[in-house]
Protein backbone atom coordinates (compact mmCIF):
# COMPACT_ATOMS: atom_id res chain seq x y z
CA UNK A 1 0.00 0.00 0.00
CA UNK A 2 1.54 3.09 -0.84
CA UNK A 3 1.51 6.36 1.84
CA UNK A 4 -0.84 8.21 0.17
CA UNK A 5 -3.74 5.31 0.13
CA UNK A 6 -2.74 4.27 3.67
CA UNK A 7 -3.43 8.05 5.13
CA UNK A 8 -6.82 7.76 3.52
CA UNK A 9 -7.73 4.83 4.82
CA UNK A 10 -6.92 6.33 8.21
CA UNK A 11 -9.01 9.33 7.48
CA UNK A 12 -12.06 6.78 6.38
CA UNK A 13 -11.27 4.76 9.04
CA UNK A 14 -11.12 7.93 11.59
CA UNK A 15 -14.87 9.22 9.78
CA UNK A 16 -16.56 5.80 10.00
CA UNK A 17 -15.97 6.15 13.71
CA UNK A 18 -17.35 9.20 14.03
CA UNK A 19 -20.49 8.29 12.58
CA UNK A 20 -21.11 4.93 13.69
CA UNK A 21 -21.01 3.79 17.76
CA UNK A 22 -18.88 0.59 17.82
CA UNK A 23 -18.52 -1.14 21.34
CA UNK A 24 -15.68 -0.01 23.42
CA UNK A 25 -13.63 -3.87 22.38
CA UNK A 26 -14.45 -3.54 19.02
CA UNK A 27 -12.81 -0.05 18.54
CA UNK A 28 -9.89 -1.27 20.60
CA UNK A 29 -8.98 -4.05 18.56
CA UNK A 30 -9.37 -1.72 15.50
CA UNK A 31 -7.37 0.35 16.94
CA UNK A 32 -4.62 -2.17 17.31
CA UNK A 33 -4.43 -3.15 14.10
CA UNK A 34 -4.30 0.26 12.62
CA UNK A 35 -0.83 0.95 14.69
CA UNK A 36 0.40 -2.48 14.41
CA UNK A 37 0.21 -1.76 10.37
CA UNK A 38 1.83 1.55 10.86
CA UNK A 39 4.52 0.59 13.20
CA UNK A 40 5.34 -2.85 10.52
CA UNK A 41 5.47 0.51 8.19
CA UNK A 42 7.32 2.54 9.74
CA UNK A 43 10.01 -0.21 10.85
CA UNK A 44 10.56 -1.43 7.28
CA UNK A 45 10.42 2.02 5.29
CA UNK A 46 13.76 3.54 5.35
CA UNK A 47 14.30 7.00 4.68
CA UNK A 48 15.62 8.16 1.25
CA UNK A 49 19.35 9.67 2.38
CA UNK A 50 19.43 6.03 4.41
CA UNK A 51 18.87 4.40 1.21
CA UNK A 52 21.86 6.59 -0.21
CA UNK A 53 24.29 6.45 2.71
CA UNK A 54 23.64 2.77 1.97
CA UNK A 55 24.43 2.42 -1.67
CA UNK A 56 27.94 4.80 -1.20
CA UNK A 57 28.95 2.62 1.49
CA UNK A 58 28.52 -0.64 -1.17
CA UNK A 59 30.02 1.10 -3.80
CA UNK A 60 33.25 1.72 -1.48
CA UNK A 61 33.26 -1.90 -0.63
CA UNK A 62 33.09 -3.01 -3.97
CA UNK A 63 36.38 -0.60 -4.79
CA UNK A 64 38.02 -1.61 -2.10
CA UNK A 65 37.64 -5.73 -3.32
CA UNK A 66 38.52 -4.73 -6.78
CA UNK A 67 41.40 -2.63 -5.35
CA UNK A 68 42.69 -5.14 -2.67
CA UNK A 69 41.61 -8.68 -4.08
CA UNK A 70 44.54 -10.48 -4.52
CA UNK A 71 45.55 -11.74 -8.32
CA UNK A 72 44.93 -15.01 -9.37
CA UNK A 73 47.94 -17.82 -9.51
CA UNK A 74 50.95 -17.79 -7.41
CA UNK A 75 52.85 -14.48 -6.82
CA UNK A 76 56.08 -15.85 -8.27
CA UNK A 77 56.91 -18.48 -10.66
CA UNK A 78 60.53 -20.04 -9.79
CA UNK A 79 61.35 -16.46 -8.40
CA UNK A 80 60.21 -14.38 -11.17
CA UNK A 81 57.41 -11.68 -10.10
CA UNK A 82 55.39 -10.63 -12.88
CA UNK A 83 54.97 -6.41 -12.41
CA UNK A 84 51.74 -6.47 -14.17
CA UNK A 85 49.10 -9.49 -14.23
CA UNK A 86 49.42 -12.22 -12.45
CA UNK A 87 52.57 -14.57 -12.42
CA UNK A 88 50.61 -17.76 -12.65
CA UNK A 89 48.93 -16.65 -15.97
CA UNK A 90 51.91 -14.88 -17.92
CA UNK A 91 54.43 -17.43 -16.93
CA UNK A 92 54.56 -21.34 -17.09
CA UNK A 93 57.46 -23.04 -15.17
CA UNK A 94 60.02 -25.70 -17.30
CA UNK A 95 62.73 -26.88 -14.73
CA UNK A 96 64.49 -24.22 -13.15
CA UNK A 97 63.05 -21.78 -16.13
CA UNK A 98 60.08 -19.86 -16.55
CA UNK A 99 58.48 -19.56 -20.35
CA UNK A 100 56.38 -16.67 -21.06
CA UNK A 101 53.23 -17.29 -22.16
CA UNK A 102 52.17 -14.00 -23.05
CA UNK A 103 54.06 -11.02 -23.34
CA UNK A 104 55.27 -10.12 -19.97
CA UNK A 105 56.94 -7.72 -17.52
CA UNK A 106 59.01 -9.34 -14.37
CA UNK A 107 61.60 -8.83 -11.55
CA UNK A 108 63.83 -10.80 -10.13
CA UNK A 109 64.07 -9.01 -6.69
CA UNK A 110 67.08 -10.58 -6.09
CA UNK A 111 69.24 -8.80 -8.46
CA UNK A 112 66.61 -5.95 -8.89
CA UNK A 113 66.51 -6.66 -12.59
CA UNK A 114 63.51 -5.69 -14.77
CA UNK A 115 62.75 -7.90 -17.83
CA UNK A 116 60.51 -7.16 -20.66
CA UNK A 117 59.82 -10.69 -22.28
CA UNK A 118 57.95 -11.30 -25.81
CA UNK A 119 56.39 -14.61 -26.21
CA UNK A 120 57.82 -18.00 -26.08
CA UNK A 121 61.01 -16.19 -24.26
CA UNK A 122 62.74 -18.30 -21.75
CA UNK A 123 64.45 -16.80 -18.12
CA UNK A 124 66.27 -18.27 -15.72
CA UNK A 125 67.52 -17.42 -12.26
CA UNK A 126 71.30 -17.22 -11.50
CA UNK A 127 72.95 -16.39 -8.05
CA UNK A 128 74.89 -13.88 -9.32
CA UNK A 129 71.76 -12.88 -11.88
CA UNK A 130 69.50 -13.62 -14.70
CA UNK A 131 70.15 -15.92 -17.42
CA UNK A 132 68.18 -15.13 -21.34
CA UNK A 133 68.40 -19.19 -22.48
CA UNK A 134 65.86 -17.99 -25.62
CA UNK A 135 63.95 -15.44 -27.15
CA UNK A 136 63.84 -11.36 -27.16
CA UNK A 137 63.97 -9.57 -24.33
CA UNK A 138 64.17 -6.42 -22.75
CA UNK A 139 66.27 -5.48 -19.50
CA UNK A 140 66.55 -2.33 -17.19
CA UNK A 141 68.11 -2.78 -13.88
CA UNK A 142 67.81 -0.49 -10.84
CA UNK A 143 71.03 1.88 -10.54
CA UNK A 144 73.65 0.38 -8.11
CA UNK A 145 74.97 1.89 -5.45
CA UNK A 146 78.59 2.95 -4.34
CA UNK A 147 80.37 -0.05 -3.88
CA UNK A 148 77.34 -2.69 -5.04
CA UNK A 149 78.35 -5.04 -7.36
CA UNK A 150 76.95 -5.19 -10.89
CA UNK A 151 74.04 -6.82 -12.08
CA UNK A 152 74.59 -9.93 -14.44
CA UNK A 153 72.98 -11.24 -17.23
CA UNK A 154 73.95 -14.40 -18.15
CA UNK A 155 73.81 -15.05 -22.52
CA UNK A 156 74.64 -18.00 -24.13
CA UNK A 157 78.77 -17.24 -24.98
CA UNK A 158 79.45 -14.98 -21.99
CA UNK A 159 77.56 -12.20 -19.46
CA UNK A 160 76.55 -8.50 -19.15
CA UNK A 161 77.74 -6.30 -16.48
CA UNK A 162 75.34 -3.47 -16.22
CA UNK A 163 75.32 -0.56 -13.26
CA UNK A 164 72.18 1.04 -14.25
CA UNK A 165 71.03 1.01 -17.61
CA UNK A 166 69.08 -0.36 -20.44
CA UNK A 167 69.30 -2.84 -23.48
CA UNK A 168 67.43 -5.30 -25.60
CA UNK A 169 69.04 -8.81 -26.11
CA UNK A 170 68.19 -11.33 -28.17
CA UNK A 171 69.33 -15.21 -27.75
CA UNK A 172 68.94 -17.41 -30.40
CA UNK A 173 70.14 -21.30 -30.63
CA UNK A 174 73.80 -20.28 -32.06
CA UNK A 175 74.31 -17.06 -30.92
CA UNK A 176 72.31 -13.72 -30.03
CA UNK A 177 72.68 -9.74 -30.34
CA UNK A 178 72.88 -6.97 -27.31
CA UNK A 179 71.70 -3.15 -28.10
CA UNK A 180 72.39 -0.82 -25.94
CA UNK A 181 69.51 1.69 -24.86
CA UNK A 182 70.57 4.02 -22.28
CA UNK A 183 74.10 3.39 -19.51
CA UNK A 184 76.85 1.60 -20.49
CA UNK A 185 77.68 -2.26 -20.08
CA UNK A 186 80.27 -4.49 -20.56
CA UNK A 187 80.04 -7.83 -22.25
CA UNK A 188 82.63 -10.24 -21.38
CA UNK A 189 83.22 -13.58 -23.55
CA UNK A 190 83.59 -16.91 -22.02
CA UNK A 191 87.50 -16.92 -23.54
CA UNK A 192 88.15 -13.70 -21.26
CA UNK A 193 87.70 -10.70 -23.96
CA UNK A 194 85.28 -8.22 -23.04
CA UNK A 195 83.66 -5.31 -24.96
CA UNK A 196 82.26 -2.12 -24.06
CA UNK A 197 79.34 -0.89 -25.43
CA UNK A 198 78.36 3.16 -25.72
CA UNK A 199 74.24 3.75 -26.59
CA UNK A 200 72.99 3.10 -29.84
CA UNK A 201 75.80 0.34 -30.42
CA UNK A 202 74.95 -3.29 -30.93
CA UNK A 203 77.24 -6.39 -29.93
CA UNK A 204 76.59 -10.00 -31.52
CA UNK A 205 77.83 -13.16 -30.22
CA UNK A 206 80.24 -15.70 -30.52
CA UNK A 207 82.98 -12.79 -30.95
CA UNK A 208 84.92 -13.70 -34.20
CA UNK A 209 87.66 -15.86 -33.37
CA UNK A 210 91.20 -14.70 -32.29
CA UNK A 211 93.24 -13.99 -34.86
CA UNK A 212 96.23 -15.90 -35.09
CA UNK A 213 99.54 -14.15 -35.77
CA UNK A 214 102.60 -16.04 -37.37
CA UNK A 215 105.81 -15.63 -34.74
CA UNK A 216 108.14 -13.09 -36.04
CA UNK A 217 111.57 -14.08 -37.18
CA UNK A 218 114.05 -13.37 -34.93
CA UNK A 219 116.93 -11.11 -35.26
CA UNK A 220 120.26 -12.15 -35.93
CA UNK A 221 122.27 -12.51 -33.04
CA UNK A 222 125.34 -9.39 -33.23
CA UNK A 223 128.72 -10.60 -34.12
CA UNK A 224 131.40 -9.88 -30.98
CA UNK A 225 133.32 -7.11 -31.64
CA UNK A 226 131.17 -6.15 -34.30
CA UNK A 227 131.87 -2.41 -34.85
CA UNK A 228 135.79 -3.70 -35.51
CA UNK A 229 136.84 -4.25 -39.13
CA UNK A 230 137.11 -8.17 -39.50
CA UNK A 231 140.21 -9.24 -41.85
CA UNK A 232 138.99 -11.40 -44.15
CA UNK A 233 140.65 -15.00 -44.99
CA UNK A 234 143.36 -14.40 -48.03
CA UNK A 235 142.26 -15.63 -51.59
CA UNK A 236 144.83 -18.20 -52.97
CA UNK A 237 146.19 -17.19 -56.28
CA UNK A 238 144.77 -18.59 -59.15
CA UNK A 239 147.60 -21.48 -60.99
CA UNK A 240 148.89 -20.18 -64.58
CA UNK A 241 147.16 -22.44 -67.25
CA UNK A 242 149.40 -24.97 -68.42
CA UNK A 243 149.40 -25.34 -72.79
CA UNK A 244 149.10 -29.12 -73.70
CA UNK A 245 151.44 -30.12 -76.78
CA UNK A 246 150.30 -32.45 -79.43
Known amino acids: MSERNFQQALKEAERARETRTLPPDAERRIRARVEAAFERRRRFVLPTWTLGLAT ?21 VNGFVAEQGAAGELLRAQGDAVIATAPVQVVDPRSRIHVIADLGAALKREPQG ?117
Open 56 to 76: AVAAVALVVYVIARPARGPAA
Open 130 to 246: VRVMSGTVEVSVDKRHAGEPPARVFVSDGLIEILGTRFTISQGAHGGQVTLHEGSIRFRATDGRERMLRPGETLSWPLPPKVATAPSTPAPLPVPGGDRNVAEPPVAPTPPAVASTT
